[in-house]
C-alpha cells in the first residue's frame, strides 16, 4: 500500500514512485503497521499521487506515536484481545517466551493468547498491562525482569467456567 515516512512537516510531499507532487488527503489514515486494525490517525500529512495512484503519510514522531498507542492500550476498559497482547510484548521488545516468563506462565498458554485462541482472565490481562506500562515507566525491560524472575515452580491450569487460568502452586515430595 503506501509509505510511511519518518519526517517532519514541511516541504510538499513526492511520490516515491514516480516522483510528482502528492495531492493532500483530507481523511483519517488507518494505521495498520503496528498491528493493530482499529488505529486511525488524524492531523497528520496524508497524500495520494494524482498520477500513480500511491498513497503516503508522514509520520514525525514514530515513537512516540507508539508510545502513546500503548498506553491507550493500556488503560482501554475493554478486554485485551490478542492483538493487544502482541502488540504490547513487541512493545516492550521481547519474545513470547520471555514474556511468559516475566508472567508466570506457560509458553503455550501465552501462545494461545496471542494468537486468539483464549483470552487471558481479567488477572493475568491487568498483570499484562502492569508489566508494559512498569517497562515504559522503568525505560528498559532488562529492569522489569529482575522483578518478575522466571518461574521456578510447577504450574497447574485449573479451568473454571472455560477460563483457563494458570495458578501456582510449590510441591514437596511426600515421605511415606
Known amino acids: 500500500m503506501g509509505r510511511i515516512e519518518k519526517l517532519g ?17 483530507e481523511e ?23 498520477e500513480c495512484g500511491e498513497k503516503s503519510v508522514r509520520i514525525p514522531n ?10 491507550a492500550v493500556v488503560t482501554k476498559k475493554l478486554t485485551l484481545e490478542a492483538q493487544d497482547i502482541v502488540f504490547l510484548r513487541k512493545g516492550m521488545g521481547i519474545k513470547a517466551k520471555e514474556m511468559a516468563d516475566i508472567l508466570g506462565v506457560d509458553t503455550a498458554l501465552y501462545s494461545r493468547w496471542e494468537n486468539g485462541h483464549v483470552l ?6 491487568r498483570l499484562i ?19 518478575f524472575p522466571p518461574r521456578d515452580r510447577e504450574f497447574v ?6 477460563d483457563v487460568e494458570s495458578e501456582e502452586f510449590e510441591f514437596e515430595e511426600m515421605v511415606a
Do not use: Q, W
Open 9 to 25: 512537516r514541511g516541504s510538499p510531499m513526492k511520490c516515491k514512485r514516480c516522483e510528482k507532487e502528492m495531492t493532500p488527503i
Open 28 to 50: 483519517k489514515y488507518h494505521f495498520t503497521s503496528n498491528g493493530l486494525d482499529y488505529v486511525y490517525l488524524s492531523g497528520i500529512e496524508y497524500a495520494r499521487c494524482g
Open 62 to 71: 514514530m515513537k512516540m506515536l507508539l508510545e502513546g498507542i500503548g498506553e
Open 120 to 125: 487471558p482472565g481479567k488477572a493475568n490481562a
Open 129 to 147: 498491562r502492569l508489566v508494559y506500562a512498569a517497562s515504559k515507566e522503568v525505560g528498559n525491560t532488562e529492569d522489569i525482569k529482575k522483578f
Open 157 to 162: 491450569r485449573v479451568i473454571l467456567n472455560g
